[in-house]
């Protein structure tokens, strides 16, 4: 079976670094500092435009938890539908209820949308939170999603292996396993070796210095020390190592 490399990008330059790295795949995001918000459409169209990857764009329009209001949600559907005009390859994007549970009517909206364009459904990590796992994969599966991105309910893959190998035996034939949070090239051959996944996705994180980010008593810092000044950004070489240790 092929293996995916799929990478987590910030922006622009993200992309045209995971593509350099040889990443087949990028989740296009923006506010990756608060776990990835909806990215803007300039910033797809050039990279669909100086790229040759495939983009998948992640539609969320908050930081925190994925329960949201009608509002939100009718943002969220305009939303998949401008970036899958402008050229994004599919849509990630999660819907829960107050109790963890899929969002069925909406989940639902949401694939039917994508899938009258032809693109992907990709369910993210809202089914980390999900009381229950197998039932949520059932679920997904049912409605034609192709894909769902998960560390195994755990805060990293690795944590989570034993239930990513489950939900591969169980229902790896049916939609694809994307497995995230923690994945780099020291750790990614044990992790498919045991789960039987051959998908990953990955930050392939570095730093880059920013000299303004704080002065006096002013501070724009969102990373802990020594990064205080920096921004984080996906390291090419990083990508390279991970994709070739996937062989």
């Known amino acids: ?12 330059e993200d992309c045209v670094s995971a593509a350099l790295g040889g990443a087949d795949r990028v989740e296009l995001n923006a506010a990756l500092s608060v776990g990835g918000l909806t990215p803007g459409i300039t910033v797809l169209r050039k990279v669909k435009r100086d790229t040759d990857l495939k983009v998948i764009c992640m539609v969320r329009p908050r930081a925190a938890g994925f329960c949201y209001t009608e509002k939100e949600k009718e943002v969220m559907f305009e939303e998949a539908g401008l970036l899958l005009e402008h050229g994004a390859d599919g849509i990630a994007f999660g819907f829960l209820n107050a109790d963890g549970s899929i969002d069925k009517d909406s989940t639902d909206r949401m694939i039917c949308l994508i899938h009258r364009q032809k693109k992907e459904a990709v369910f993210h990590r809202a089914f980390d939170v999900c009381g229950d796992a197998c039932g949520a994969m059932e679920f997904l599966i049912s409605l034609g999603a192709e894909r769902v991105l998960t560390s195994g309910q755990r805060a990293k893959a690795m944590e989570g292996k034993k239930l990513l190998k489950q939900l591969q035996a169980s229902y790896g ?7 995230g949070s923690g994945v780099n090239e020291t750790n990614v051959g044990e992790l498919m070796a045991y789960t039987g996944i051959s998908q990953v996705h990955s930050s392939c994180k570095d730093y880059r210095e920013d000299p303004t980010t704080a002065a006096g008593d002013v501070s724009y810092a969102y990373l802990p020390a020594p990064y205080e ?3 984080d950004v996906v390291s090419s070489e990083k990508v390279r190592r991970l994709v070739d240790a996937c062989r």
């Open 229 to 231: 000044r920096c921004c």
């Open 1 to 12: 079976m092929r293996k995916i490399v799929e990478i987590c990008a910030g922006g622009y």
């Open 173 to 179: 034939s049916q939609i694809q396993i994307l497995a």
